[in-house]
């Protein structure tokens, strides 16, 4: 398991990172999701250890991550950025990440190439944006590392590949110690692999929870009531992230399961009152918004 521990990181007079404390857990895929610049990319790098925190650590089973090497042995880090050495074909990456990884399974990492039907002999430098992205995850699963750390995992891959990447995901779970924490954008991407998501914002870390049990915690809900005076109610009485009034239908999300929160609509009398289903991505911008990153200040 990797516990961050109050870890807090700076770069010159930009603070990264502030306090950050969680837990992941082995076995299972952790999304990472965060507003741009919320210290996504930079967290992943604490974790594999190529930073130093300013304050608290990282650790593996117990082991500080930074400048222990058998820890590091363990985690395999991609960055969002994809880059090779010069004139490098994807055989030839093979053989670098076997001196870099011990474990490097290289007849799987052949095998791959073949099925993702990629050369394994051509230049890296004449692929696309798409098929480097290909290389490098082909690179990261074959690694054997028990952590693989993917930064905008899905950046630049047409559909049916990552479909293939998602399938190459629940296979290296199935068949040996594997945790993915995988960091993007893509809400949706992360929302049919993910077994929990840490939201990131300004630097901070908003929550780390399972996604089936934050979304049992929120709940999205429509209603008419008539009486104004009962509808005021009902928002003082839930906790509410955000809601929203179009004519007399009346849009809330709010704190609290769906049959609480339906129940409290119910009291007030309503003409009609239904839970609606509830995205990742709403509650991503649910949950930013409460932490004061409103899109309606962006479009002002």
């Given at each position: 398991?990797?516990?961050?521990?109050?870890?807090s990181k700076?770069?010159?007079?930009?603070?990264?990172?502030?306090?950050?404390?969680?837990?992941?857990?082995?076995?299972?895929i952790?999304?990472?999701?965060g507003?741009n610049?919320?210290?996504?990319?930079?967290?992943l790098?604490?974790?594999?250890?190529?930073?130093?925190?300013e304050?608290g650590?990282?650790?593996l089973?117990?082991?500080?991550?930074f400048?222990?090497?058998?820890?590091?042995?363990?985690?395999?880090f991609l960055?969002d950025?994809?880059?090779?050495?010069?004139?490098?074909?994807?055989?030839?990456?093979?053989?670098?990440?076997?001196?870099?990884?011990?474990s490097?399974?290289?007849d799987?990492?052949?095998?791959?190439?073949?099925?993702?039907?990629?050369?394994?002999?051509?230049?890296?430098?004449?692929?696309?944006?798409?098929?480097?992205?290909?290389?490098?995850l082909?690179?990261?699963?074959?690694a054997?590392t028990?952590y693989?750390?993917?930064d905008?995992?899905?950046?630049?891959?047409?559909?049916?590949v990552?479909?293939?990447?998602?399938?190459l995901?629940?296979?290296?779970?199935?068949?040996?110690?594997?945790?993915?924490v995988?960091?993007?954008?893509?809400?949706?991407?992360?929302?049919?692999?993910?077994?929990?998501i840490?939201?990131?914002?300004?630097?901070?870390?908003?929550?780390?929870?399972?996604?089936?049990?934050?979304?049992?915690s929120?709940?999205?809900?429509q209603?008419v009531?008539?009486?104004?005076?009962k509808?005021?109610?009902?928002?003082a009485?839930?906790?509410?992230?955000?809601?929203?009034?179009s004519?007399?239908?009346?849009?809330?999300?709010?704190?609290?399961?769906?049959?609480?929160?339906?129940?409290?609509a119910?009291?007030?009398?309503?003409?009609?009152?239904?839970?609606l289903?509830?995205?990742?991505?709403e509650i991503?911008?649910?949950?930013?918004?409460?932490?004061?990153?409103?899109?309606k200040?962006?479009i002002?």
């Amino acid at each position: 398991m990797i516990e961050l521990k109050s870890v807090s990181k700076t770069f010159r007079d930009t603070s990264a990172l502030t306090r950050v404390s969680a837990q992941i857990q082995d076995g299972l895929i952790f999304g990472l999701v965060g507003s741009n610049g919320a210290g996504k990319s930079t967290l992943l790098r604490l974790i594999s250890g190529i930073l130093e925190p300013e304050e608290g650590e990282v650790v593996l089973d117990g082991t500080p991550v930074f400048e222990h090497p058998d820890a590091k042995r363990q985690i395999c880090f991609l960055s969002d950025t994809v880059t090779y050495f010069p004139n490098a074909t994807p055989e030839s990456m093979g053989r670098f990440y076997q001196l870099a990884y011990p474990s490097f399974d290289g007849d799987n990492y052949l095998s791959l190439l073949q099925k993702f039907n990629i050369p394994p002999k051509k230049k890296l430098q004449t692929f696309s944006k798409g098929q480097k992205k290909q290389v490098s995850l082909l690179l990261g699963f074959s690694a054997g590392t028990r952590y693989l750390l993917c930064d905008e995992t899905f950046d630049g891959l047409d559909p049916v590949v990552r479909q293939a990447v998602k399938s190459l995901f629940a296979a290296e779970l199935l068949k040996r110690d594997f945790t993915p924490v995988i960091a993007s954008h893509n809400l949706s991407e992360l929302e049919d692999i993910c077994d929990s998501i840490g939201l990131l914002h300004q630097g901070s870390l908003l929550f780390a929870r399972d996604l089936d049990s934050m979304k049992c915690s929120l709940c999205k809900m429509q209603c008419v009531i008539p009486d104004h005076a009962k509808e005021e109610q009902l928002l003082a009485e839930l906790s509410v992230l955000q809601y929203e009034k179009s004519g007399s239908l009346l849009t809330v999300t709010a704190r609290g399961s769906r049959a609480e929160v339906l129940q409290a609509a119910q009291e007030k009398d309503p003409l009609f009152a239904e839970v609606l289903p509830l995205s990742l991505e709403e509650i991503f911008i649910s949950e930013t918004e409460v932490a004061g990153y409103d899109i309606k200040n962006l479009i002002q």
